[in-house]
Nanobody, 124 residues
Framework: QVQLVESGGGLVQAGGSLRLSCAAS????????LGWFRQAPGKEREFVAS????????NYADSVKGRFTISRDNAKNAVYLQMNSLKPEDTAVYYC?????????????????WGQGTQVTVSS
């Protein structure tokens, strides 16, 4: 089992920045990709970004490319999402996810573990 705990959410004005963190514990010796999803009220949970175990490969949703950056620190068993130039449409609950193995994450079904989520609200 892997436990994921997100932090860093909050309220920010449009154009501002936030940095989300996700701490992993439990079966952390296993190789897994880490990623972020988000879910706005009344909408499906959608993919945001992911990063492989080595950190050598990343992928992003088109809506966040150039604004968000995912990174990880395996020594701390943590993954981060730096969010810049935030827009009101980025408002959502952001979830950390883990996928066992070496592949990137692309969709909800890829993941083996989920965090509980952290709220991000961007005011206009």
């Amino acid at each position: 089992q892997v436990q994921l705990v997100e932090s860093g959410g909050g309220l920010v004005q449009a154009g501002g920045s936030l940095r989300l963190s996700c701490a992993a514990s439990g079966r952390t010796f296993s190789t897994f990709a880490l990623g972020w999803f988000r879910q706005a009220p009344g909408k499906e949970r959608e993919f945001v970004a992911s990063i492989t175990w080595s950190g050598g490969s990343t992928n992003y949703a088109d809506s966040v490319k150039g604004r968000f950056t995912i990174s990880r620190d395996n020594a701390k068993n943590a993954v981060y999402l730096q969010m810049n130039s935030l827009k009101p449409e980025d408002t959502a609950v952001y979830y950390c996810a883990a996928r066992l193995g070496y592949s990137l994450i692309y969709r909800r079904a890829d993941n083996d573990y989920w965090g509980q989520g952290t709220q991000v609200t961007v005011s206009s």
